[in-house]
């Protein structure tokens, strides 16, 4: 593991509990980048510690109580900091330390997309930039919203502490939003594939935690079934394999009946929401035995009972596009173009895909080369790269 693996793994619950001591979130992340830096400098010299989360901790506790005390901060200011370091645990009804924090993180006073957006930058460790694509809209953008709801809970006072067991439904939607975007983000990116592992291991502990809550359940399985394929999802050379052309003999079987499974009990509690729509989504996939037994008209009826958000806008018409014939998916991948997903490079793929299919192989040269452009994975880039070698010589 590298220096920067622990660092990402440790970073949450070192900016969490400076938060908690000093009740400052700027102070906190610029205390915990200090350790970190401290730790990129003594580290190699004189090893990795047993437990390089209490030793960022301390570290960054102690950079807080300088910093402090340089600001002439009361006495009984400095003894809380220093104390609350060697408090015990409390007791909490949620189990784990990050699922905790995560709640405590989904505060109902901040919009929605800020408190997934602020979970992911404090506890997973994600750049702004990273954050970002995932909401696919501008670093600026990104960045000016996590500055504004930083202050927004100085300045209101939101307490940062873990919410009672009562008050955790409330928060339970944006911790499932940042849980599935955790997931997303390993599993587009096979070299953080340990994030879309932490996903799945929360969401099954939600799932014990909130056995009566069907979207929970829906999440899991829809992280088992993408899950099932990871390993058919990438060429020995790190190019994107497709579904279509993925070995579905060397699918995880194990999973996909655990997500059937699991999606077939919290179907029959009659209360469906968008991941188990997804995780339905995923399964009309998995239980397809070769790609051209995929039920086209049922996915895209699937994703018409999904919140019309432009990804799922463009998801849909792929689908209908594989049902329908490819001219019915440029058209309304077409309609799509002049909207938000403009600089989302799958709008492109998917535009070039269909003029390939429809022989038009000029313009789809020009869409895979705005695709590649795009692309921000190299595996996604490899793939546009070698589709549009195939066009290429044969336009």
Not at 225 to 239: A, C, I, W, Y
Not at 363 to 371: I, R, S
């Amino acid at each position: 593991m590298t220096y920067a693996d622990v660092f990402r793994a440790e970073w949450g619950q070192v900016v969490a509990t400076l938060i908690r001591m000093t009740g400052d979130w700027e102070l906190a992340e610029e205390c915990a980048q200090e350790a970190c830096a401290a730790a990129l400098e003594r580290w190699p010299r004189d090893g990795v510690p047993n437990k390089p989360g209490a030793w960022l901790t301390t570290t960054a506790r102690n950079r807080a109580i300088d910093w402090l005390r340089r600001e002439a901060v009361g006495a009984a200011k400095l003894q809380e900091v220093a104390a609350m370091t060697h408090e015990p645990p409390p007791a909490y009804d949620v189990p784990d330390d990050r699922l905790r924090l995560m709640f405590t993180c989904c505060h109902p006073a901040l919009a929605m997309e800020a408190r997934v957006a602020l979970t992911l930058r404090t506890l997973a460790g994600l750049s702004t930039a990273e954050i970002a694509r995932a909401f696919l809209v501008g670093e600026t953008t990104m960045s000016k919203r996590l500055t504004r709801a930083k202050q927004k809970i100085q300045y209101a006072g939101i307490p940062y502490r873990v919410p009672p067991a009562h008050l955790l439904p409330e928060r339970t939607p944006a911790v499932l939003a940042v849980l599935y975007l955790l997931f997303n983000e390993g599993y587009s990116d096979v070299s953080r594939s340990t994030l879309s592992q932490e996903g799945i291991r929360l969401a099954r502990l939600l799932v014990e935690l909130m056995p009566e809550e069907p979207e929970a359940a829906g999440l899991l399985a829809l992280m088992l079934f993408h899950d099932s394929r990871r390993e058919t999802r990438l060429s020995p050379d790190g190019v994107l394999i497709t579904l279509d052309e993925q070995d579905r003999t060397r699918w995880n079987c194990e999973l996909i009946t655990e997500a059937e499974e699991l999606l077939d009990r919290t179907l029959q509690r009659r209360m469906p929401g968008p991941y188990q729509v997804q995780a339905a989504i995923a399964a009309c996939h998995a239980i397809a035995r070769t790609a051209a037994d995929t039920d086209w008209p049922q996915i895209a009826a699937l994703y018409g009972q999904l919140p019309q958000t432009p990804v799922v806008a463009l998801n849909r018409a792929v689908a209908l596009g594989m049902a329908d014939g490819p001219g019915v998916g440029l058209a309304l991948v077409d309609q799509l173009a002049a909207g938000s997903l403009a600089g989302y490079h799958l709008l492109p793929a998917a535009r070039a895909d269909f003029l390939r299919r429809l022989n038009r192989r000029t313009e789809a040269v020009a869409a895979y080369t705005e695709a590649i452009e795009l692309a921000t994975t190299d595996a996604d880039r490899k793939y546009l790269q070698k589709r549009l070698a195939e066009v290429s010589v044969r336009s």
